[in-house]
């Protein structure tokens, strides 16, 4: 049973809004008891997940029950807090700030090598950061998300003056505000034109006293295997306790997905989630054309024969930009399958994709699309694709059987950020853009980090395939990728820059009411 008055709505259920300002808080000393007096006042207008959970059930409601499937005009503005490392440690005592993680305590620029960034003095490197550059981070960051974007800015700039007026002097806190939409020539798609947002987690649980199952299981039949494993199609259940502290998660190393551990918990970390924060600007010409370089490369080997940019494309990211999976449509887009939102999830990478019988008044619709065949080769879709390498699916990994992968889920949060790319217009490629991107996870180490460690920066993982071309980085260096050709010939590209550039990064913790009432604000 989640607590839904506790923890808050961003984590479990998602804000899922077009909007989203981040507001990132700086305070001095001499501001931290008018800065605890502000928490204690925000804490009861924070959205829980109680609240979310139930609006995004009422909405999807909606959204099928609307005859032409366009959204319904339900408009709502959120509101979440979360607080850095640097702030834990300025607004509790070291008792208290010492039960949180160190990862989190230390933040993202002592991380920054281990995730594969360039040294801080180095162009990229943290020193030059917009958001948590060394020596500026922030203490706190709180953020607004709603669906019409005059009330979420009008919510950010209230907000905004009303910190920067909490003590008379003005030096003694400071606010950066940064934005997120989506991008209105493509709802829901990130700006290197892929839709995004498709793959989460499914979270085992029930919240409160609710009778009706939180996040799942769906109505599949009872009497399939995958009833009691799988959200939806291609959606295992994770347990809340890789998201949220003092939940049960799977037990660390332990190949049984049944094997559970609760971590002890206090009241400053129980019902709490880590937060990892990342501005990720993004090279869109650059990426058009290495794709174009990519085709060219993958046309001159025989087997592949003449193969276009978006061919290239979609063995990076894994998915076409549709949202269609290439272990399902291997050779070409295919907007329907993209539009079904079951479907385009319904796939593994080793086993054919498999679905589910329906019983009656499934919210699930017949899956007619074309099955996905075993890829144990990765000759369909390359290991080295975004979406294989940070989450391998049934495929057994380094870590271990597929179970193992389940420890390493995260909850994305993202939203693009800036204007889109336009080719005609001059000075368009020098236009700030990307992905804010937030995701939640019950340790650092075993999410975020790990993810860019351990699989999307390993050129080993998994056999030798070379780097995730998307989020992965070496430094100032180039990377490379080796892909099969249907007769499974390898070509390998190089590619000598990065098309995501980290411009920012904080490390945070989304704590529960209780904590930010009786220790944050305390
Ligand atoms: Fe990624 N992209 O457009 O290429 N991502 N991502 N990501 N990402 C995903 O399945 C993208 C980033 C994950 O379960 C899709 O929802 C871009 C970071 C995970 O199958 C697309 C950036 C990290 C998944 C992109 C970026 C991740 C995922 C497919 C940066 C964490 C789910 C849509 C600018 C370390 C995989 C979908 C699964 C999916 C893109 C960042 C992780 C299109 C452009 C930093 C876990």
């Known amino acids: 049973i989640l607590d839904g008055a506790e923890i808050q709505g961003d984590i479990l259920a998602g804000f899922r809004k077009d909007h989203v300002r981040l507001l990132f808080i700086s305070v001095t000393d001499v501001a931290v008891p008018a800065f605890k007096a502000w928490i204690r006042a925000i804490a009861p207008k924070l959205a829980y997940l109680d609240a979310v959970a139930d609006f995004n059930r009422k909405f999807s409601t909606a959204r099928r029950a609307s005859a032409d499937g366009r959204d319904p005009p339900m408009s709502v503005t959120w509101m979440n807090l979360a ?66 974007r005059a009330e979420v800015d009008n919510t950010a700039a209230a907000h905004k003056d009303e910190l920067l007026q909490l003590v008379a002097n003005v030096a003694a806190v400071t606010v950066r505000l940064e934005s997120g939409d989506i991008r209105s020539a493509q709802k829901g798609h990130e700006h290197f034109g892929f ?16 009778t009706g199952p939180y996040v799942t299981p769906r109505v599949l039949d009872s009497q399939d295997p995958w009833y009691a494993l799988y959200a939806a199609p291609g959606q295992p259940l994770c347990y809340p306790g890789e998201f949220v502290l003092g939940y049960p998660r799977k037990h660390e190393g332990s190949d049984d997905p049944n094997d559970t551990v609760v971590d002890p918990t206090t009241p400053l970390t129980k019902h709490g989630s880590y937060l990892v924060y990342r501005r990720l600007r993004q090279d869109v010409p650059g990426f058009i054309a290495a794709a174009e370089t990519m ?48 479907a385009s999830n319904n796939f593994q990478f080793v086993q054919a994709s498999h679905v589910p019988k329906y019983s009656a008044g499934s919210e699930i619709p017949p899956d007619d699309f074309p099955q996905a065949r075993d890829d144990t080769l990765g000759s369909t879709c390359p290991f080295s694709a ?28 993202g939203i693009p950020y800036g204007v889109d790319y336009d080719p005609t217009k001059p000075g368009s490629d020098k236009e700030e853009r990307g992905l804010q991107f937030l995701c939640y996870q019950s340790s650092i180490q075993r999410g975020f980090q790990f993810l860019m460690n351990q699989w999307a920066n390993s050129a080993d993982f998994p056999l030798g395939r070379g780097y995730d071309i998307v989020i992965g980085q070496r430094g100032e260096a180039s990377r490379s990728v080796t892909v099969l050709a249907p007769d499974n010939s390898p070509v390998s590209v190089t590619f000598p820059q990065r098309y995501v550039v980290t411009t920012g990064a904080a490390y945070l913790f989304s704590p529960s009411k209780t904590a930010l009432l009786s220790c944050f604000g305390a």
Request: proline share 8%; aromatic share 4%; net charge neutral.
């Open 83 to 148: 607080i850095s490392g640097q702030g834990a440690k300025r607004l509790l005592s070291q008792d208290q700030w010492s039960q949180l993680d160190i990862t989190f305590l230390n933040g993202p620029t002592e991380d920054a090598t281990l995730v594969g960034e360039p040294d801080a003095g180095s162009p990229g490197g943290s020193r030059s950061w917009l958001v948590g550059a060394p020596n500026q981070g922030h203490d706190a960051l709180l953020i607004i998300a709603g669906d019409e």
């Open 195 to 210: 839709k995004d947002g498709i793959s989460q987690p499914g979270v085992r649980g029930r919240i409160g006293t609710a």
């Open 386 to 413: 975004h979406i294989r390498k940070v989450n391998p699916r049934d495929q057994t990994t380094d870590q271990g059987p597929a179970t193992r992968t389940l420890e390493h889920r995260i909850l994305r949060r």
């Open 295 to 342: 085709a060219a490369q993958l046309s001159q080997n025989p087997s592949f024969g003449p193969r276009t940019t978006a061919f290239a494309a979609a063995c990076l990211v894994g998915r076409w930009p549709s949202g269609a999976p290439v272990m399902r449509t291997p050779l070409a887009d295919n907007q329907k399958l993209g539009d079904d939102s079951y």
